[in-house]
């Protein structure tokens, strides 16, 4: 568990384009460990003005303009719940917007991390699902 004292001193002085994200990753860990992110970023508390949140949650957002989705999730993501993109799904597919869902099984929330991504099977299929999927929905002729 990260100290307060040192995650708030990892943010420092610097704008966020002038440092590097190993320099503030403790202030990141702290504010999701303790639920502060909303209050820390945003500025705003979701228990009191939930309504200021709604515009920057994308499941609330989706109408028939929105452009193709792909979203890609690991099912034991323990940072963002699969549920999540469950539910993004489901309201893609309510107001028929193009979308593709890649459920990565037995997956976490950094699924290509390994030094041995380029080798692993899963990830280069994903990796060719992804280049379908941009294909199929390039509204340029690339």
């Not at 990260?2 to 990753?25: F, P, T």
């Not at 500025?43 to 193709?68: K, L, M, S």
């Not at 107001?95 to 459920?103: D, F, G």
Request: glycine content about 8%; proline content about 6%; hydrophobic content about 35%.
């Amino acid at each position: 568990m990260i100290q307060k004292n040192r995650a708030y001193a990892s943010v420092g002085k610097l704008h966020l384009s002038e440092g590097d994200w190993e320099d503030r990753s403790d202030f990141y860990l702290y504010c999701r460990q303790q639920g502060l992110w909303p209050q820390e970023v945003g500025g705003q508390d979701p228990q009191i003005n939930p309504d200021w949140f709604a515009r920057f949650c994308p499941v609330q957002n989706v109408t028939g303009n929105y452009p193709p989705t792909l979203l890609i999730h690991g099912d034991e993501d323990t940072d963002v719940p699969y549920e999540k993109s469950l539910e993004m799904d489901a309201a893609l597919e309510h107001c028929h917007v193009k979308h593709q869902l890649i459920t990565l099984k037995g997956r976490g929330h950094v699924f290509d991390a390994a030094l041995d991504a380029p080798k692993d099977p899963v990830l280069s299929r994903l990796l060719d699902q992804v280049v379908e999927f941009l294909k199929q929905h390039n509204d340029n002729g690339l």
